[in-house]
């Protein structure tokens, strides 16, 4: 579970075991290795070392709807003012590492 704080003020907790998939993830599955998670001062998401991250729009519309997105949001109106560089920054208020 992640508390994070997005750039315009929307807050949430976000569970995101389901979306921490394949290879790249595997460490970062693990109580110790899910404690390593920071926010990436470029890209304003979380990241695991080994490369594992997370998209912040998708993070941003979970914790805004509800839902895990299922469609490309550049395919969605005013997208890019969502997705715009720096327009998405989390942070990560909390970790829970009992996974």
Same mark, same amino acid.
């Given at each position: /579970? #992640?508390?994070? !704080? @997005?750039?315009?003020? =929307? %807050?949430? $907790?976000?569970?995101? =075991?389901?979306? /921490?998939?394949?290879?790249? @993830? $595997?460490?970062? +599955?693990?109580?110790?290795? @899910?404690?390593?998670? $920071?926010?990436?001062?470029?890209?304003? !998401?979380?990241?695991?070392?080994?490369?594992?991250?997370?998209?912040?729009?998708? =993070?941003?519309? +979970?914790? +805004?709807?509800?839902?895990?997105?299922? %469609?490309? =949001?550049?395919?969605?109106?005013?997208?890019?003012?969502?997705?715009?560089?720096?327009?998405? +920054?989390?942070?990560?208020?909390?970790?829970? !590492?009992? #996974?």
């Amino acid at each position: /579970m #992640l508390v994070i !704080t @997005f750039a315009d003020g =929307l %807050q949430g $907790e976000i569970d995101i =075991l389901e979306r /921490m998939r394949g290879p790249v @993830f $595997e460490a970062a +599955r693990t109580p110790e290795g @899910f404690a390593n998670v $920071e926010v990436d001062a470029e890209t304003g !998401t979380v990241i695991w070392p080994g490369g594992a991250d997370l998209a912040p729009d998708t =993070l941003y519309e +979970r914790v +805004r709807t509800g839902t895990w997105p299922h %469609q490309n =949001l550049a395919a969605r109106p005013n997208a890019a003012a969502r997705t715009a560089p720096g327009a998405i +920054r989390c942070v990560v208020g909390e970790v829970a !590492t009992a #996974l």
